[in-house]
């Protein structure tokens, strides 16, 4: 079952939303999120989170320790001391993360834990969710083969990169708006592996390369050198962008909107960026309307829903579809698009 970060949050939230506490294994490349939207569905719901990454523990890391208790005449028993990461109450998600580039030893440990829902004298309260992930050895991870029987006992789910999901994460975080228009025009590039490269495109990268980007400094360290040229020529193109701010103050009704496909991309995403409110957001949209396509239109408000949607403001979109019956449409029509 293969699903985009959004869908595959959805699914993991229902699981929890329905109280089936089936162990779940959640299988996809490098950098895509899947970390990161099990955390998110935990914070969603209230629920603590506990990330272990198996693939750094020892057996007796999770088992815990035995000790010797003695009984009084002599004779004694070992007690095994269970390791004080793992719950011992409430409600909440464990994490067992690189759980296939574990060794085959941790993973029939972990296979208790994920089966019985205990290991060694230490039992998980009710309440808690099981869930992994791991990588696939067509992503050239270092990893062991899962045993037929402990793949048996998960749920399996595969998630994939997604633009339009990353979109909203990228808005609701604030990452700048260079990387954003970057990947609006060149989505591909939001997820490629290169396994003869030490960095390569990523959500994850991405990610790093904005905080760089931010900083002044080279986006190549963290997506690759043949990426991080690409996207320095871009940032260049947004020497010809018109001013912006202008634009949104409604105060540029004369100013014209570039022809070159990628400054328009720059142009169009920066204004969604940038808008910071519905009058801001009518602005812009009255001024691309009147140079642009429809399709230039439908990349901004579409952009504009996001960061909206993302950052719950959703009071915004009321305000923006009560100005006029064409914005009121594509706004309605990114938004069930964005729900899906």
Not at 250 to 279: D, F, I, T
């Amino acid at each position: 079952m293969s699903l985009t970060p959004n869908e595959l949050a959805q699914y993991l939230n229902a699981l929890v939303a329905q109280n089936l506490p089936l162990s779940t294994m959640i299988w996809g490349p490098p950098g895509v999120g899947k970390s990161s939207v099990v955390a998110q569905v935990a914070a969603a719901n209230g629920l603590d989170f506990v990330d272990v990454r198996l693939s750094q523990l020892a057996p007796t890391d999770l088992r815990g320790l035995p000790v010797a208790q003695g009984t009084g005449d002599g004779s004694g028993v070992s007690r095994w001391y269970p390791p004080e990461f793992l719950p011992t109450s409430g409600r909440g998600i464990l994490f067992l993360d690189e759980v296939n580039m574990a060794p085959p030893t941790m993973q029939g440990m972990a296979q208790q834990l994920i089966l019985d829902r205990k290991v060694g004298s230490y039992e998980l309260p009710r309440g808690w969710f099981v869930w992994a992930a791991g990588n696939r050895k067509e992503d050239r991870a270092s990893v062991f083969d899962m045993p037929a029987p402990l793949a048996n006992r998960f749920l399996h789910l595969s998630v994939r990169p997604d633009f339009e999901a990353f979109r909203g994460y990228a808005l609701s975080k604030g990452l700048h708006e260079h990387v954003l228009a970057f990947l609006t025009f060149r989505p591909e590039l939001l997820h490629r592996l290169d396994t003869a490269q030490p960095a390569w495109p990523s959500p994850r990268a991405w990610e790093m390369a904005a905080r760089l980007h931010r900083a002044g400094l080279d986006a190549a360290p963290a997506i690759g050198e043949a990426t991080g040229a690409e996207f320095a020529a871009f940032v260049r193109l947004y020497e010809q962008l018109p001013d912006l701010e202008s634009v949104l103050s409604g105060e540029s009704r004369e100013m014209k909107l570039p022809q070159e496909p990628s400054v328009r991309y720059a142009a169009v995403v920066g204004l969604a960026a940038r808008a910071s409110g519905a009058q801001q957001g009518f602005h812009a949209f009255s001024w691309l309307a009147d140079q642009a396509g429809a399709e230039w239109l439908q990349l901004y408000v579409a952009t504009l829903v996001s960061k909206f949607q993302a950052r719950g403001e959703l009071g915004e979109l009321v305000a923006l579809m009560a100005r006029e019956p064409r914005l009121a449409e594509l706004v309605q029509g990114a938004a069930d698009l964005a729900e899906g």
